[in-house]
């Protein structure tokens, strides 16, 4: 009998920090989603005046210096480095996400519209619920086939939607084979993306969200080192308005959004969080088609909604699988 009020006591506290902390993971994808949503449309905007390679130094060179007022303090005060092996993960995600991914996705836009750029990499969340199910063991669902399947269907139309229209020529500086390569970069782009989030979730269990981003910044920021000249002749040449854009992208798309993202990433299933990310595309065409006037084709739309579509079927969870406790997945 006297232990019963204590056993009470943590059960009824659960509920309200449980809220907390969806309450809060919620806030943080919602700044993601929106940042996010941005950089497909500033790295469209500014990209004539930078090539790939230096536009993404320079936008972790900045998100770097932005973070490092917030993390060296941190690692001052509880010296929570990485050693030995933990060191692997986050030079993996640091080199496919921070790097590779970054660059793929510039050189894409160079030849894609923001809007139909956002939409093919939003593949992603497909790829990021498979593997979460395979390696993670978040589970493994058949309405997760489905709607990868379905959200495929949807992939291809977007590509089929990326080339000049039946009988047109293209445009300027432009060609079938331009518009297929950036397709291929887009998609080449998810995949180093899906991989990236599963090996950074474990990295999460150790590493607050500011570090565990500011190491894969600098990680990425290392390997495009190549660039620092190519960026310091751009800089010189770039219109204010451009240089202003690359500090835009460092500061939030990337220090800021990546942070919130790694923080909701450390709070909630990587399957589930992942397929949210579905709403950056409508709001990267929103934004593109305010200020920069791009509309996606009818085929990219059609494709946009239907890989919707798909990542909705994703999230049905089978009969067996309703009555089964939510606490049951950590």
Known sequence: MPFTAPARKPNSESPPAASRARALGVAAMAVTVVFWASAFVGIRAIGPHFSPGSLTLGRLAVAAVVLSFVVLPQLLKNRNLPR?????????????????????????????????????????????????GLFLKEGFPRWLLIGST???????????????????????????TADLAGVALCLLAAVLAAVSVIIQKPVLRKFPAAQATWF?????????????????????????????????LGVFPTAIAFTTWAYALSLVDAGKLAATTYLVPGVTVLISWLLLGEVPTAWGLAGGVICLLGVGLTRRRSRQGIGAPAAVRR
């Not at 660059?103 to 836009?109: F, G, I, Q, R, T």
């Open 84 to 132: 030995g092996r933990e060191w692997w993960p986050i030079l993996a995600y640091g080199v496919m996400w921070f790097g590779g991914y970054n660059v793929a996705l510039n050189a894409a836009e160079h030849v894609l519209d923001a809007g139909t750029s956002a939409l093919l990499i939003n593949v992603s969340p497909i790829l990021v619920a498979i593997m979460a």
């Open 150 to 176: 379905v959200a495929f269907v949807g992939v291809a139309l977007i590509a089929l939607g990326s080339g000049p229209a039946a009988g047109t020529a293209p445009g300027p500086g432009k060609s079938a």
């Open 216 to 248: 894969g910044i600098m990680v990425g920021s290392v390997c495009c080192l190549p660039f620092a000249g190519q960026l310091a002749s751009e800089l010189q040449a770039a219109p204010p308005e451009a240089t202003a854009g690359l500090v835009y």
